[in-house]
């Protein structure tokens, strides 16, 4: 018995060194593990992301990845693929992302706020799924951004006033959700059809700088 | 005889056992008339390889048999049987139940087979019964619970299944239990409550369900307590706490739920407490703070919350302390150790809590040898003074949030054999002082922002087996006398900026398994050397400037399975790198490897990844590539290849990216391609390929990325394309292809890139392609011969950034549609047919975008006078007088705006947000129907307001004017 014990003892011990120990020579690059979190988090009923095997030395086989010649990810392409579940902050890391692609499926929660972190990103193409809670502010750090495409899901909150910094951005769809307040009215902002803002039951119409508060009706 | 030599009292137990049998008939079909025959009979049951049964003969005295223990002072009467650990095999016999006068069977650690024979239930005497570690099958037979006398059953270690009988209640003098490890199912029988004697209970090991019976409660002797690795649900019984002598509890591995009773606190025995792996929750009572027996304590794998609240100075005995993975968060407590000398804590786990602070406390542990407080969210440095623990041999700091450098005191821990400090905040660089680890194996250092060099002395550390310093940014040469590292199987320094060349040295690394030198600067050849390394399994050097042909030494590594050798310099032959017929993965893109590709590489039958795109490769692709069933990935691009595409390729069945761009491939694009299923990337661009498109091609359901573009392929675009609805990318550009764009493109409608430029294709753009509202990156159908107008429903491509329809025969008039186009960013119309004005909202694109047309108005010329766009000037200029009208009203509605907020922020709190609400005040401006689409709101700019205004219609100006007077009326009416 006592020999019993003391195997499960260092059993335990051992099992919990080597659980909690270190995969050693770990094979793949920060995007792919920010790419395979995003994997993990994903219910995928149609298996588009059977591709993404970790332990390829980088993402850029992958299907729906799209890489630049030095391999580094300048594509996601989800869109219309029926995946589902939460976005998640690993995808923040994905700094040479240019296009992010995830419309048309029924992802949730939240929109990370780590999605400011991608400098390069020139589209951000979420449209169309169940994302709730606010815009995140950090994503007026976009400054490449041209195409904000955020319409038809259940976002909350107000629009970011600093979004008047994104001097590159030409297309914003913020329609169909259940934003509140009012809409910025400097830089980019004015040129934006007011279509791009339309289905906001609680929105208030452009800012009246100085004349009302800019979170109205929040 | 024996017999006849024996008291009168066991001969009445016979005639006692012979009745028993009687009664228990037929169970009992070999009744044996003496000790000696039922002890040859069970010798016969037995295979007994070691021959220890030898000298049991009728020739011997029993008493003298080996293994037998007889009565002192008596002549014959067996009381023991100690067969333990001979490798005896085959079954128990039945016969074994002659042993009347028996008190003590051992046949435990033996090779038995069979069932437990039920019979053992009339060995009255028997106190002791050791049947563990052997192969029995079978239940635990009900009649055991006869052996009134029976104190010591230890079945476990069995392949045993069943319920625990319940009977097994009635052996009220047991003391020992011991049914663990078998394959039992059931519930604790609540009769074991009965068994006031019992000491030690060991069930653990089974497939044990329901909860622990409140009547165990009765087992007021038990000591040691294990029902470890069952599935038992339900609280931990608080009566637990009552368990006085209690010395041992071992729960782990359940399905527990709730909290940890805080009795628990009361076993001042105890020296033992895991309850690991359950779902425990609440917070750690700190009532165990008062077990000072205490030696191990696991509550690990749980849910428990709240703080670290174990003070190893009160639990003075205490060596184990295991808290890994639960919800545990702030600090380690400043008094978990009181006082160096004092504390006996040798092995703390506290890995995978939220954990924070620094390990500041833990220095006052001065016995710890282990330390794993990875996966939390500590901060801080690693305390110079970490050498205040000199029995340190496992330090597991990693994915934390650590920063600051590695101290050079860790060079005083001598003990010191595993060091994982990855995925921390780590700078500076490698202490020289760590060369005097001389039993360190696994140094783990990556995933930090450490830099410097890699001190030579690192070489002194022998006994390094794993070395990963991967992802940081280490410079300088790898050390050149590395080889001294002769027990080193994993080198990973990837992702660095390490220079210079590989050391020769290396090649004494000869138990090297895996060697990952990627993403850093080196230069020079491959040392000769590296042929001795032959455990080589992974060796990935991509991403260096590695150059030379490879040394031949190389073919003799035969146990290859991964080569990565992309994006180097290397050159010549690649015949070194085909020794092994393991190889899964060789990757070689872009490097100068010239020559045939050899048949020799399809010797590795499980090869998945080929990849010699971007050499300088010469000849034909061998058709033994076909025999390569489980390739996926095959890269040949950018070589010299010629030749056709083999057609034994299509053996190939499990290819998803197939690509061949930029050869000089001739011969057709074969029909077979349309049978490779999983193909997801199909890339011939660039060669010199002939005929037409196969209709197959549209079998490959999955494709996601199609390009043929640069061949001389001819014929139409056959409309099975149509068929590859996950499409992404289709390129058919520099082609003769002729005919018609088939509309059943429009099916396509995951495209984000269609180019079918530089063609002859001939007839109108259908205007099926308006429906590819995922067109993304570029429409591109310059330079063909279509003909017709540009097909207004182009303007739904409201994704599009890039649209090239120059150099074609289209006429008409440019729709004014594509306004529409708001993420248009590149727009190339030129060399066409068109004619009319180019529509104002177009006019900030250059004038080489229209040029070579008919067309007029800004950027280019203005129209003439018989221009119908001169005509609109009248309208022109009652644009802009309403203009100017429009910016009086806005800054009227504006002012009236602002009042009416005012009034409405007063009236904030009866006054309903609803949509209806908000439609009957319509001054609110804030009801998404009313905007109208396509008006822009214009309030912060009137110049440019005005200026942009003039590319809308009249009518959608009026009705501009017409939405803000209502609004300014509704405003007026609130």
């Known amino acids: 018995m006592a020999a019993r014990v003391l195997a499960a003892l260092l059993a335990t011990a051992l099992a919990l060194a080597l659980a909690a120990g270190p995969a050693p020579a770990r094979a793949s ?136 910094k994104l001097s590159n951005l030409k297309v914003i769809d913020l329609s169909n959700n259940d934003l509140c307040g009012t809409i910025p009215v400097d830089g980019p902002f004015s040129t934006f059809p007011l279509r791009s803002f339309e289905n906001n039951s609680r929105l208030n119409g452009p800012e009246l700088q100085g004349l009302v508060p800019y979170d109205f009706g929040c | 005889m024996a017999i006849n030599q024996s008291s009168f009292t066991p001969r009445v137990l016979a005639d006692l056992s012979l009745l028993f049998c009687m009664l228990l008939a037929p169970v009992c079909l070999a009744t044996p008339a003496t000790t000696p025959a039922a002890l040859l009979q069970v010798k016969s049951g037995l295979t007994d390889p070691g021959g220890v049964l030898s000298g049991w003969s009728l020739e011997a005295d029993v008493c003298s048999w080996h293994g037998i223990t007889c009565l002192p002072g008596e002549v014959g009467i067996v009381t023991g ?216 304590l696991d509550l690990s794998m749980n849910n428990i919350s709240g703080k670290v609240s174990i003070s190893a100075a009160q639990l003075k005995n205490l060596k184990y302390l295991v808290l890994s993975g639960n919800l545990l968060d702030g600090a380690i407590p400043e008094d978990l150790c009181a006082g160096g000398s004092s504390s006996l804590l040798e092995n703390l786990f506290l890995a995978g809590n939220n954990l924070e602070g620094g390990i500041e406390a833990l220095l006052n542990c001065g016995a710890l040898q282990s330390i794993d407080v990875s996966n939390n969210s500590f901060t801080g440095v690693i305390p110079p003074d970490i050498d205040r623990l000199p029995g340190l041999v496992n330090l597991a700091l990693h994915n934390n949030s650590f920063t600051g450098a590695l101290p050079r005191q860790i060079g005083n821990l001598s003990n010191l054999e595993i060091l994982s400090l990855f995925h921390n905040g780590l700078t500076g660089g490698i202490p020289p002082e760590i060369g005097r680890l001389q039993k360190l194996k696994l140094l783990f250092l990556y995933e930090n922002q450490m830099s410097g060099t890699i001190p030579d002395e690192l070489t002194n550390c022998t006994s390094l087996e794993e070395v990963d310093f991967f992802g940081n940014h280490f410079h300088g040469p790898i050390p050149e006398r590395i080889g001294n590292l002769r027990n080193l199987a994993v080198l990973q320094l990837r992702q660095n900026d390490l220079s210079g060349p ?133 890269d040949l691009s950018l070589n010299n290849l010629s030749g056709d595409i083999p057609a034994e390729l299509s053996n190939c069945v499990e290819l998803t990216h197939l690509k061949l761009d930029g050869n000089s491939l001739t011969g057709t694009v074969p029909a077979w ?92 753009i259908p205007p099926e392609l308006g429906q590819l509202s995922e067109l993304q990156v570029i429409l591109d159908l310059s330079r063909n011969r279509l003909s017709g107008e540009i097909p207004a429903s182009l303007g739904s491509l409201v994704k599009l950034e890039r649209l090239n329809l120059s150099s074609n025969r289209l006429d008409g008039q440019i729709p004014s549609s594509l306004l529409q186009l708001t993420s248009l960013h590149r727009l190339n119309l030129s060399d066409n047919l068109l004619s009319g004005a180019v529509p104002a909202g177009l006019s900030s694109f250059p004038a080489a975008s229209f040029v070579g047309n008919e067309l007029c108005g800004a950027p280019l ?101 017409h939405d803000k007077s209502t609004e300014a009326a509704g405003a007026g009416k609130s």
């Not at chain 2, 359950?278 to 000072?292: K, M, W």
């Not at chain 2, 590859?724 to 289709?730: A, E, G, K, Y």
């Not at chain 2, 429009?886 to 602002?898: I, P, Q």
């Open chain 1, 29 to 164: 690059n920060d995007e792919g593990d920010a790419l395979y979190a995003l994997r993990q988090r994903l219910s995928d009923p149609n298996g588009v992301l059977q591709s993404w095997d970790p332990t390829l030395v980088n993402p850029c086989t992958w299907f729906h990845v799209t890489c630049d010649q030095a391999s580094r990810v300048v594509r996601l392409d989800l869109g219309n693929s029926n995946v589902s579940g939460s976005i998640g902050p690993e995808l923040g890391r994905l700094v040479n992302l240019k296009y992010l692609e995830l419309y048309r499926n029924n992802l949730d929660g939240e929109i990370p706020k780590e999605l400011g972190n991608l400098k390069n990103l020139i589209s951000l193409d979420l449209y169309a799924n169940k994302l709730t809670g606010g815009i995140p502010k950090s994503l007026s750090k976009l400054d490449s951004l041209r195409f904000m495409r955020l319409n038809n899901n259940k976002l909350t909150g107000s629009i970011p006033r600093e979004f008047a």
């Open chain 2, 81 to 296: 049987l100690n067969l333990s650990g001979y490798g005896l095999s085959g079954m128990i016999p039945p016969a074994i139940s002659g042993l009347i006068s028996i008190e003590s069977i051992d046949l435990s650690s033996n090779s038995l087979t069979g069932p437990i024979p039920p019979e053992l239930g009339v060995l009255e005497n028997l106190r002791t019964l050791l049947l563990f570690s052997n192969s029995l099958t079978g239940t635990i037979p009900s009649e055991l619970g006869l052996l009134k006398n029976l104190k010591v059953l230890r079945l476990g270690d069995n392949r045993l299944h069943g319920e625990i009988p319940p009977h097994l209640g009635n052996c009220s003098e047991l003391e020992t239990l011991g049914l663990a490890y078998c394959q039992l199912n059931g519930t604790i029988p609540a009769e074991l409550g009965s068994l006031k004697q019992l000491q030690k209970l060991a069930l653990d090991n089974n497939t044990l369900t329901g909860g622990i019976p409140e009547q165990l409660a009765g087992c007021v002797s038990l000591r040691f307590l294990s029902v470890a690795d069952n599935m038992l649900q339900g609280n931990i019984p608080s009566f637990i706490g009552s368990f006085s002598d209690l010395q041992s509890l071992n729960l782990a591995n359940n399905q527990f739920s709730g909290e940890i009773p805080a009795e628990i606190g009361s076993l001042s025995s105890l020296t033992y407490l895991n309850l690991l792996g359950s779902s425990l929750t609440g917070a750690i009572p700190a009532e165990l703070n008062r077990l000072g027996q205490l030696q191990v």
């Open chain 2, 502 to 634: 590989i050391p020769v040295s290396l090649g004494e690394c000869r138990s090297l398994q895996a060697l990952a030198l990627a993403d850093n600067r080196l230069t020079g050849a491959l040392p000769d050397t590296f042929g001795q390394l032959a455990e080589l399994s992974v060796v990935t050097l991509y991403n260096n400037s590695l150059e030379g042909p490879l040394p031949e030494s190389l073919f003799q590594l035969k146990n290859l399975t991964v080569i990565n050798f992309s994006h180097n310099r290397f050159a010549g032959s690649l015949v070194p790198l085909l020794g092994s017929s393991s190889l899964a993965v060789l990757a070689l893109t872009d490097n100068s490897f010239s020559g045939v590709i050899p048949a020799a590489v399809a010797r590795s039958r499980n090869m998945v990844r080929l990849q010699l795109g971007g050499n300088r490769l010469t000849g034909v692709i061998p058709a033994e590539l076909g025999n390569l069933t489980r390739l996926s990935m095959l």
């Open chain 2, 673 to 764: 391609l349309g049978s490779l299923r999983s193909l997801g990337e199909l890339d011939l661009s660039w060669n010199a390929l002939t005929g037409g498109i196969p209709p197959e091609l549209g079998n490959c359901l999955g494709l996601l990325k199609l390009s043929l573009s640069d061949n001389h392929l001819n014929g139409s675009i056959p409309p099975e394309i149509g068929r590859l609805t996950s499409l992404n990318v289709l390129n058919l550009n520099k082609n003769s292809l002729t005919g018609a764009i088939p509309p059943a493109l429009q099916q396509c409608d995951k495209l984000y890139e269609l180019r079918l430029s530089e063609n002859s294709l001939e007839g109108p």
């Open chain 2, 861 to 961: 010329p203005p129209c003439g006078p018989r221009s119908p766009a001169r005509r609109l000037s009248g309208t022109e200029v009652v644009v802009i007088v309403a203009g100017i009208a429009l910016v009086s009203a806005v800054v009227c509605v504006a002012l009236l705006y602002t009042m009416l907020r005012v009034w409405s922020n007063w009236r904030a709190v009866s006054v309903s947000n609803s949509d209806g609400e908000e439609s009957a005040h319509g001054g609110h401006g804030g009801g998404g129907g009313k905007w109208g689409d396509g008006k822009y709101w214009k309030v912060g700019s009137a110049v440019s307001w005005s200026a942009e205004q003039r590319h809308s219609s009249g009518s959608e100006t009026a009705s501009v004017l």
